[in-house]
Structure formats: C-alpha cells, structure tokens
C-alpha cells in the first residue's frame, strides 16, 4: 500500500555529518534509502520505491531533490540539510578525496571518473604548500567551492540580499550546523544524538595547520564567500530562535 504521510528529504552535503544522520536513520527502522543519486536517475523504479518510503537520503542538490520527488509522489516533503563551518568543509572534503584511496582499489574504483582524476591530482600534489592546494582547489572549484550553496540551494550569486536568502531557505524544515545536529538528529530518526556515534570520520592525510596559512584563507573567504554568508545567516537565524 502506497504511503500517505510526509516523506522526509535529506539534502547530505558532503563532509557535514551526513553519513551519522543516514546512520540513525536507518537505525529507526523506518523503510528508506541513503545514497538515493542512482536510484533518481531510474525513472522505471523511482515511483514505486518512493511509494514505500518514509525518507530519502543523498547528494543529491535540492533542486534536483525537490523537482524528482514532486514529479513521483503527492506526499508532503519535508526537507532537511546539515551545513559545516566553510574552512572546515573544504578541508574535510579536500582530504576525503586522498581518503578514498586509501581505503582501498575497490572503494576508489567505485567513484565516478572525474573524481578519482581529482584524487590524483592531490595525492601526487604538495599538500603542505598552500599555494599548490589553492591551484588544486581552483582548478576544481564546482567541488570545493560554494559547494555547500550550490547543495542547499542551488547556485546563488554572493550578493542575494538576506530577505531572498531567508525566502529561500523557508522550504526547510531545519538546516543544522555543528551545534544543532543533535536537534537534526533527533527531528528525523526520533533518536537522542551519543556523540561517540559518528560515522565516516576519517584521519587527515596533509598538516591541517596548512589552512589556517593567510593566503588560503583570504582565498576562501573570496572565492567561496556564498558559503560563508549561507553559513552565516544560518547560525544567525539558529541564535535569534534561541532568544526566542
């Protein structure tokens, strides 16, 4: 039978935490899918699978989120995303793409071509010269920069005045930051946060002092300044709620 009640929508950016919500919504038994970005290209199984969901999960751009499940389904959506401190981000996902080598032949082969030439061009790269990694960041800029506004809302010109920004961001339920995934967490799966739960964390493979040198920084505070201001009102609009 074809479920009638909402369906919730998770936007996972990468290196956000998203891999420990996908865990604790599995973990509440509740019929769904992590990593849904083949499934919606399927449209002879999309219908159906969806018909039978409680909630989705993947990287998946909400425009891109939102357009594929109106078309399936009737269902209320509810949406969902974590976002991540801009640095932190670009680190952390700059170091998953040495990290999927290392976890070896089999894991690595399983990510699409352009991914793993961006690995390579890391791993045989300088990690602890700033200057190599803003080349590397650079010349892969659809991966590393603004990449967390292209996910939440799709691309979006850094002067989006705060009242198109706050429209924008209405269609979700609740973007969590670092300090409010316990909240995300326990919205979606109805389970409290234990900390010492986390999924997907891996070692860094490169000296992280590296990204506080001042030439990096000034080159993400410029080159990725829509996530600074996503991040930014984010965590704004979480304090004013809190006064509240």
């Keep these: 039978m074809n479920k009638v009640s909402p369906i919730i929508a998770f936007v996972h950016v990468p290196k956000t935490a998203g891999s420990t919500v996908n865990h604790y919504l599995a973990r509440s038994r509740a019929p769904g899918q992590a990593h849904v970005e083949s499934l919606f290209s399927q449209s002879h199984k999309i219908r159906e699978k ?9 990287h998946v751009p909400f425009p891109k989120m939102r357009a594929t499940l109106t078309r399936v389904t009737f269902r209320h959506i509810h949406f969902f995303t974590a976002i991540r401190a801009p640095d932190a981000q670009v680190m ?7 990290e999927i080598r290392k976890r070896g032949r089999s894991f690595y082969n399983a990510h699409p071509p352009q991914i793993k030439e961006i690995s390579e061009r890391i791993r ?6 700033p200057r190599q990694i803003i080349d590397l ?11 967390q506004s292209q996910m ?6 850094p002067t989006t005045s705060l009242d198109e920004l706050e429209q924008r961001l209405r269609v979700y339920e609740l973007i969590a930051t670092e300090a409010t995934l316990p909240t995300l967490i326990e919205r979606v799966s109805g389970q409290a946060y234990q900390p010492k739960k986390r999924k997907n ?3 860094y493979h490169f000296p992280k002092d590296v990204f506080q040198d001042q030439r990096l920084l000034e080159f993400l505070h410029e080159e990725n300044a829509c996530d600074f201001a996503l ?3 984010v965590q704004s609009r979480s304090a004013e709620q809190n006064i509240r």
């Design 201 to 203: 964390v891996s070692p």
């Design 124 to 129: 045989a790269a300088d990690t602890s010269d």
């Design 92 to 98: 952390s996902h700059f170091n998953w793409l040495i």
């Design 50 to 58: 969806i018909a039978g969901y409680d909630w989705v999960s993947g």
């Design 231 to 233: 991040y930014d009102f």
């Design 137 to 147: 960041l650079h010349g892969s800029r659809q991966l590393f920069l603004n990449f």
């Design 152 to 157: 939440v809302l799709g691309k979006r010109h």
